[in-house]
């Protein structure tokens, strides 16, 4: 599985962290440890999670898998407030 960890929010810190299986079709989306989504998504068709993060520092976070491709697999982007995050891969 490949994980990638990305900060949200500037005052009010959260951590999402999105882990996805290419061979199984699993994607486990969690937010500060707890699980947001955890499905297995078989389509080759894109796929967009949407979640609101945080309470005083309320953030729209997007988790896009995008079409399936033999050559490249499936890229995954991370937005925040409509921009892409920085990711640290693990």
């Known amino acids: 599985m490949a ?4 900060e949200v929010g500037e005052k009010e810190k959260h951590t999402l962290t999105v882990d996805r299986d290419w061979v199984m079709k699993r994607i ?3 937010l500060d440890e707890e699980k947001l989504a955890d499905e ?3 389509s080759p068709l ?3 999670f949407s979640f609101d993060v945080g309470s ?3 953030h729209k976070v997007e988790v896009s898998l995008g079409r399936f ?7 995954v982007k991370v937005l925040v407030d409509g921009k892409p ?3 640290s891969s693990t």
């Open 3 to 6: 994980k990638s960890s990305f």
């Open 28 to 30: 486990l989306i969690e």
């Open 40 to 42: 297995y998504h078989y």
């Open 46 to 48: 894109a796929k967009t």
């Open 56 to 58: 005083s520092e309320v």
């Open 69 to 75: 491709s033999y050559f490249k697999g499936r890229e």
């Open 85 to 87: 995050a920085r990711s």
